[in-house]
């Protein structure tokens, strides 16, 4: 299943995330973190990447029935895909402004919903591009340079 | 070779390669290779979870036997607190002081004291502290080692204070060089240890040049020879070490027992590796930012419960609150003295601790990307199912091991039977090239049922 796209000097691999899984939330980014630590990234790179990755993760596990989290490895940059089947994102624009959210009462009480998740993977990301559809799902994709 | 000290030493003789301790490394630091095990000193921690799995008593703490000392002109004998709640619920802290002195030191020292400084030395610094939080306790050594090796990005949170037994002994030897006209060097003091870990962060400290102490015996070792001291009926000098002990220090070697002395409004006490693990990938999930401090220890009741103890850590737990009564939760430092001495900086650490992250799979990121796709194509080719009879304790450790070149494929019984039955004409297929579809580092789940469109 490698993309013939992949250049030769890449690692790449998925991890699957459950929609309201809060028991295993963050396990996707924490993999690969570790990966990250065994390949020798600078742990100020490792730092801008888990800080994004769980910000994208939790989005999947708070607002989406399931989805996967990619990433790729090179000697340039990192990549990470985080995509998603579930309500999707009405307003991107919107979205992305700090303190934005509609996160329910219960999921605040759990200490997410503060509207700073996009706006932490924009910080933390060196490109950035979100797509979504209404009841279909989101797919972030975001890159941080080596 | 590393230059770590360690506190743990296999016994090749009595080692028969029984992978009990493999399992429950909790930094993955022992394999067992022909038969024996061995320790990677760059990945172990001082836990001594090993020392009381080992079935056959193969894995024995180090600590330094009494006739290590001669090399000091006075010897004093500086105990944990923990040693208090040893023994019978009559024996008060000055009997096992004075029991000390007989069984051969010349003098004692008492940290329960400088546990108390040292929480008025945090009060200290939390009144002008603005960093990241929470900040965690550096008092359990083996706390202080797993952040070194797998929790890198929490050293900035270690509190930078100096522990009680470190204190006291920079006490003790600045009054008795004072009092005896004897240089420091000519005093010893040694730590009275309820735990191997202690042990190894005195002969070398992680985040100082020497420490104050110079060597540490075992709660156990001493056992024995103070009851025996204790029985004779010798009249004990009551009052004359404890004048200044209150049950803030003394509460110390129970779990809680730190963040209970400090006056801070959201703490957390955690206890047990693996909660401490827990808490820590919480943090560094960024989690927990509202909580202060956090008390961490590897012995589950605390102290109490350190491996070179000998009572039982609950019933030791009970002598200790008895003694809390007696002794009473009234200050006994004096306020002013403390923050002359914080302001002094008596009590701050501030070299940096080293970290010792994982070693990277190749010093040059486009190696380690190549040796990481190595490692995985191998890790799918095994049948994940973490025997261990491969001497690394799973699939995944096994296929890095192999990646490093520390262990030979072949060393998994079932590539070995693969291969044979593939060259005696079977139709086995060849590990490397194994099908499966990456999971799980830990083998556990298989996933996945929907599968991203996406790709690079
Ligand atoms: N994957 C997603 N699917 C559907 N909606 C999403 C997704 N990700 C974000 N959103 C919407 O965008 C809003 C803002 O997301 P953001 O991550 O910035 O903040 P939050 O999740 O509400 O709070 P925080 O991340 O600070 O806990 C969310 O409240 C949600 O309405
Ligand atoms: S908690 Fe256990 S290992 Fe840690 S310092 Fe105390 S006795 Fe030693
Ligand atoms: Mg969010």
Not at chain 1, 34 to 61: D, W
Not at chain 2, 418 to 437: I, N, P
Request: glycine share 8%.
């Amino acid at each position: 299943m490698r993309c013939p796209m992949a250049s030769e000097t890449s690692f790449q691999q998925e991890f699957a995330i459950e929609g309201g899984d809060f028991n295993n939330a963050g396990r996707a980014s924490s993999r690969l973190r570790n990966i990250l630590k065994q390949i020798g990234i600078s742990p100020l790179v490792i730092r801008r990447v888990s800080t994004a990755s769980y910000e994208a993760e939790m989005n999947v596990v708070l607002y989406a029935r399931r989805g996967t989290l990619s990433f790729m490895v090179t000697p340039e940059k990192i990549t990470i895909v985080v995509e998603d089947e579930g309500q999707g994102i009405a307003d991107i624009g919107l979205a992305m402004q700090e303190g934005y959210s509609t996160a329910s009462r219960e999921i605040r009480e759990m200490g997410f919903g503060a509207g700073m998740g996009l706006p932490n993977i924009k910080k933390n990301a060196d490109e950035l591009e979100i797509s979504s559809e209404v009841g279909l799902g989101t797919t972030v994709r975001f890159s941080v340079k080596i | 070779m590393s230059n770590r000290i360690h506190s743990l030493y296999i016994d090749p003789g009595k080692c028969d390669g029984r992978m009990a301790c493999l399992r429950v490394c909790p930094t993955e630091a022992i394999r067992v290779r022909g038969g024996k095990a061995r320790i990677l000193e760059d990945r172990c921690i001082d836990c001594g979870e090993c020392i009381t799995t080992c079935p056959s008593n193969a894995i024995v703490p180090l600590t330094d036997s009494f006739t290590d000392f001669s090399k000091f002109q006075h010897v004093v004998a500086i105990p944990s607190p923990v040693l208090y709640g040893q023994f019978s619920d009559i024996v008060l802290p000055d009997h096992i002081l004075s029991a000390l002195r007989k069984i051969g030191f010349d003098d004692v020292g008492d940290v329960a004291q400088a546990c108390e400084l040292v929480s008025m030395a945090i009060e200290e610094f939390w009144a002008q502290y603005q960093g990241p939080r929470p900040v965690i306790s550096a008092f359990c050594p083996t706390i202080v080692r797993l952040i070194q090796v797998r929790f890198t990005d929490l050293s900035e949170l270690l509190l930078p204070i100096e522990s009680p037994m470190e204190i006291a002994a920079r006490e003790v030897k600045l009054k008795k060089s004072k009092e005896l006209g004897l240089s420091q060097s000519r005093i010893g003091a040694i730590y009275v240890t309820p735990c191997p870990a202690k042990m190894v962060a005195i002969r070398r400290h992680p985040r100082k040049k020497k420490s104050f102490l110079d060597g540490a015996v075992s709660i156990a070792d001493v056992y024995g020879p103070l009851l025996s001291a204790m029985s004779d009926q010798e009249a004990v000098i009551e009052g004359r070490e404890m004048r200044k002990v209150s049950g803030i220090g003394l509460g110390w070697p129970i779990l809680g027992g730190v963040i209970k002395s400090l006056k801070l409004k959201n703490c957390l006490a955690v206890s047990g590796l693996s909660e401490v693990i827990r808490i820590f990938e919480e943090i560094e999930k960024g989690k927990l930012r509202d909580v202060e401090f956090i008390e961490c220890r590897t012995c589950p009741a605390g102290c109490i419960g350190g491996s070179l103890t000998v009572e039982n850590p609950y019933v030791a737990r009970s002598k200790i609150v008895k003694l809390l009564e007696i002794f009473g939760e009234q200050p006994q430092q004096n306020t002013d003295y403390i923050k002359k001495l914080y302001r002094a900086k008596y009590f701050l650490l501030d070299e940096k601790l080293q970290l010792r992250p994982v070693r990277p799979l190749a010093e040059d990121v486009s190696q380690a990307i190549q040796l990481m796709k190595q490692k995985q194509g191998i890790y799918e080719g095994l049948p994940k199912i973490d025997c261990g009879a491969c001497g690394s304790p799973n699939c995944m450790a096994f296929a890095e091991d192999v990646v490093r070149k520390e262990a030979k494929l072949t060393d998994c019984i079932f590539v070995l039977l693969e291969r044979q039955s593939a060259s005696s004409g079977g139709s086995g297929q060849s590990a490397e090239h194994g099908g499966e579809k990456a999971d799980d580092s830990q083998g556990r789940r298989r996933e996945t049922r929907f599968k991203g469109k996406n790709s690079f």
